[in-house]
């Protein structure tokens, strides 16, 4: 597994589909220019302090380092560049 440094965080997008926040936004996951992308965290550095494993975060799509690791893709990115988290229902 890939284990983040400092303030990094792992996270994998989810497929393209919609996702409704408990508040009724619906967030898209996807490549469309400019929509920012719906993530699962599969793990977080030593320094991380507000994300943690297993959130679901709001990531820009042109922040980070896209990561391919046994044929599935990633994205590591600082912790402050994390747009939101959103509550799972």
Avoid at 27 to 56: F, H, N, R
């Amino acid at each position: 597994m890939i284990n983040p440094m400092g303030n990094r965080v792992l996270a994998k997008p989810q497929n393209k589909e919609e996702t409704l926040s408990k508040g009724g936004v619906i967030l898209l996951s996807g490549d469309e220019e400019g929509v920012a992308v719906t993530a699962d965290v599969v793990a977080c550095g030593p320094e991380c302090c507000d994300i943690k494993v297993g959130d679901l975060v709001l990531l820009s799509q042109f922040l980070g380092d896209k990561v391919e690791y046994h044929n599935e893709y990633f994205v590591l990115v600082p912790e402050p560049v994390v747009l939101a988290t959103i509550d799972r229902e």
